[in-house]
């Protein structure tokens, strides 16, 4: 059981004893009150008080009613924290980074919001009409004045969704590539696995990733892995459902493309679990954002300095 769970389960415990305590101390109280157990005016024989060594007048022992309410209001609690740690349309908040994607972002977030609860948009310094789409289709819009970098976006979405009622939170991206009816095997992954972080795994079906970015993010993987000392079968998937508890660790991530590479790595090191499930992905003749000169020397950098703790 991991420490998480452990601490969960403590709170169970402690919730359980108070409420044990206090239904013991009622129940002392009211037969204090009472008649000693016996006869009903109907003829019904009251339910006497089971004694015991540390109580030999049974004057603290709950009656099957006491206990019934005690085991009612502790499953009560125990549902409730599952439910809240669950991935679900009401658990989950998607936050999606747009850079001149007004030709996808509405029909994304459209489709998105059919699995959580909202929908966060980052428009990181676009010129053209991302924000009013994505406002039209249903989402929440911050503005970038210029544009400051996809992880950078992501931060700031961060930011602003720390502090509302969500457990989980959904990236993906605005370009169309990533597709939403994926989501609900994102939840499964999450609710059947002890894992933190689910990303999207594009390598069980590669045929439709451009050759040269298949070989580009095979390579990368196997590095990034190497580092993490796990297989990662797609480091570079920008289709990822996060735990709450990944907050810290996503802002201290890098504010450009290598954000995907370094959340991977810092979660692993600081003891969370990694899972991926496998996704479809879309190339619709979308231009990519990378850069290769610039975004190659900020790959090489960042490997440089995890390669060696």
Same mark, same amino acid.
């Given at each position: ?5 452990? @601490? $969960? ?7 359980? @004893?108070q ?18 157990p ?12 089971s ?8 004057? /603290?022992?709950?009656? &099957? ?6 085991l ?7 549902? +409730? +924290?599952?439910?809240?740690?669950e991935?679900?349309r ?35 310094g ?5 924000a009013?789409e ?8 911050? $503005?970038?004045?210029?544009n ?5 976006a992501?931060k700031?979405?961060? $930011?602003?969704v ?7 939170f ?11 009816? +994926?989501?609900?095997a994102?939840?499964?992954a999450?609710? /059947?696995?002890?894992? +933190?972080?689910?990303?999207?795994n ?7 990733? &451009? ?5 580009? /993010? ?10 993490? @000392? ?12 996060? $735990? ?9 991530a ?23 499930? &496998? ?9 990519s ?21």
């Open positions: 059981m991991s420490e998480r769970e452990l @601490k $969960r389960y403590g709170g169970f415990l402690s919730r359980f @004893k409420i044990h305590e206090s239904a013991y101390s009622s129940a002392s109280v009211e037969r204090r009150r009472s008649p000693e016996g006869l009903e005016p109907g003829g019904e024989l009251l339910a006497a008080p004694q015991g060594l540390d109580d030999p007048k049974g004057q /603290n022992s709950p009656t &099957p009613t006491d206990l019934s309410g005690i009612a209001v502790v499953l009560t609690a125990v549902t +409730d +924290d599952l439910q809240i740690h991935a679900r009401e658990t989950v908040l998607a936050i999606i980074p747009a850079y001149f994607e007004e030709q996808f972002i509405g029909q994304v977030t459209r489709q998105v919001l059919q699995y959580v609860q909202a929908v966060l948009v980052i428009d990181d676009s010129l053209d009409a991302t009013s994505a406002e039209a289709a249903g989402a929440k819009v911050i $503005r970038h004045p210029t400051i970098g996809k992880g950078a992501l700031t979405g961060l $930011r602003y720390a502090a509302l009622d969500a457990a989980f959904l990236f993906l991206d605005g370009d169309g590539q990533h597709d939403p009816s +994926d989501i609900p994102f939840f499964e999450m609710n /059947n696995s002890q894992a +933190d972080l689910v990303v999207g594009r390598m069980n079906n590669p045929e439709a990733m &451009p050759l040269v970015r298949r070989w580009t /993010n095979q390579f990368m993987s196997w590095q990034i892995g190497k580092i993490c @000392k796990i297989p990662l079968p797609d480091s570079q998937c920008g289709f990822r459902l996060a $735990r709450k508890e990944l907050l810290p660790i996503l802002m201290a890098s504010d450009r493309f290598e954000f995907e590479s370094e959340s991977i790595i810092l979660a692993v090191r600081h003891g969370f679990r990694i899972g991926f499930v &496998p996704i479809r992905t879309i190339y619709t003749g979308q231009q954002k990378i850069r290769p000169l610039r975004d190659t020397i900020r790959y090489i950098r960042l490997m440089s300095r995890y390669r060696h703790p």
